[in-house]
């Protein structure tokens, strides 16, 4: 990435090249290459229809792209090479490659019927065979991280929109991912909910946590980012330090976005 800073001279812990994907002839991802090293935080901006969030959800395969490759932690997400060709994975590899990359939605996805401590508990058990004993601690040890302590027995329904994502960060953090996933986590919150969220992200990202951030909390990218990303009709068309991409973009569509969101 271009705004990597010039001693990271180590591969990329995630690496995409040429990524494209339509939907119904429109291209909604038109060759996109991009580089996020180990403990980076990459955040995208852009106008909405730009491609940051079917961008994100190529990265675990969420969406299958229609050409280009996706790596994370040196391997093909979602696709392996046999006979020179690319080929799509099994659904067993392709699940145990999302277990290693957390992702947080703008609507929690939390479990309703579950309580606060299942919710974070369930994946790590059923998915990575974590005795319950063991991942049950660890819930506890995630939900005060996340200033949720002592709300274990609590249901979904009874948080708030702030504390539910905070719940949803956790539940992340539990399969003990290499890389996290951020689809503008606060655009579904009340504005006066959305610092806890963002003091939880600033956490992570002085704690060392690689992640990959759909937002349009500017402050934010401000910040926490290493490295700002503008996309534009489905292409990068700036990157770099967000004091240079944010202070002085370069580019026509990123002075315009930034004028009027700012």
């Not at 690496?15 to 038109?30: A, E, M, P, T, Y």
């Not at 299942?118 to 939900?143: F, H, I, K, T, Y």
Request: aromatic share 4%; charged share 25%.
């Amino acid at each position: 990435m271009t705004g990597a800073p010039a001693q990271v001279t180590s591969r990329p812990l995630v690496r995409i090249r040429g990524l494209r994907k339509s939907f119904g002839g429109q291209v909604v991802l038109d060759g996109v290459d991009l580089d996020v090293h180990q403990g980076e935080v990459a955040v995208l901006l852009g106008p909405s229809g730009s491609g940051k969030s079917t961008l994100l959800r190529t990265v675990n395969h969420l969406e299958r792209p229609d050409a280009g490759v996706v790596e994370v932690g040196g391997e093909l997400v979602g696709h392996r090479y046999h006979g020179g060709r690319l080929h799509e994975s099994g659904p067993r590899t392709i699940a145990r490659q999302r277990a290693g990359i957390g992702m947080v939605f703008q609507q929690f996805n939390l479990f309703p019927h579950l309580s606060v401590l299942d919710n974070l508990v369930e994946a790590p058990v059923a998915v990575r065979g974590v005795p319950r004993r063991q991942a049950a601690a660890r819930a506890r040890d995630l939900l005060e991280r996340v200033g949720l302590a002592g709300r274990e027995d609590a249901f979904p329904r009874q948080l708030s929109g702030g504390q539910q994502q905070r719940v949803a960060i956790a539940r992340a953090l539990a399969m003990e991912p290499q890389l996290l996933l951020f689809d503008e986590p606060t655009s579904a919150l009340d504005p006066e909910l959305v610092g806890e969220v963002l003091a939880v992200m600033k956490d992570l990202a002085r704690s060392g946590m690689t992640m990959l951030v759909v937002t349009h909390e500017i402050a934010f990218a401000r910040e926490v980012a290493d490295t700002v990303v503008f996309l534009d009709g489905g292409r990068i068309v700036e990157s770099g330090a967000p004091e240079r991409v944010l202070t002085d973009p370069r580019h026509e569509r990123s002075r315009a976005f930034l004028a009027a969101v700012l």
